[in-house]
């Protein structure tokens, strides 16, 4: 393995997780023997180097984080003995290349304005909550159903000062959010695994390791979360809702890529009921109470 001139500034997210997914494994689910006598209750190091194809001394060094000059063969090695899922091998990945100092790209996720053309889309969704969202979580754009539905995050005092909400905020720090996710603890995994992704891609933002620094000081439950080393990159399925107003709704949501210019990356999030269900009725009710405010 190559050395590389200058330490890699991501060094203990690397091994943190490596070392947290090899915890994972068994050996029986590795195919591997097992004994009474054993220690652990995951894979060895030298275990999953010979799941790897490579030396234990070789897998030590790059567990604990020289991982710069690691071709990608090696790495799509390491992620198949660790068993490593699409999402934990791209981040895997993104460590990699981020470690590289000298050919790091300047970030991707700047600050950018919603071009009209995608407010009018949104706008354009009158049965639908959609909003638009950057990698630190940030809300910079939505439709009137979407301030509608998410009403405790947008009144929440976690918003800053531009009034823009922030849903690692309000999932952290605000304790209304307890109440208005039904089921808080998989918001809080999801959004605290969908920092850590971003973290890896970008990790030279300032203001999303100030946010993770904040989160992290002022919240247990996200520093909980954070150690766990869990990743999402991709991030659709249910969501249940307690409204304060409409009650209890039960909402299908997508996340897609919205890429704006600048090399700015973000994501559309769309809110849906499904057809003919209470829910559906309650978010009508919505939707007509935010097109009246509106008007």
Known sequence: MKDVNQ??????????????????????QAGLPTSARRRVAGLRREEVAVLAGVSTEWYTRLEKGHIGGVSEDVLDAVARALRLNDDERTYLFDLARSSRARTRMPSRRQDVEVPPRVQWLLDSMTMSSAFVRNGRMDVIAGNALARALYAPMFDSATIDKRGRPNIARYIFLDPCAHDFFVDWDAAGKATAALLRAEAAREPC???????IGELSTLSPEFRNRWAAHDVLISHDGIKRLHHPEAGWLELTFQDLALPLPGRAVHNLVIYTAEPGSASEDRLKLLASWSATLSR
């Open 205 to 211: 933002d300032r203001v999303l390791r100030d946010l």
């Open 7 to 28: 330490e890699p500034a991501n060094r203990d997210e690397i091994r943190d997780f490596l070392a947290a997914r090899r915890a994972k494994i068994t050996p029986a």
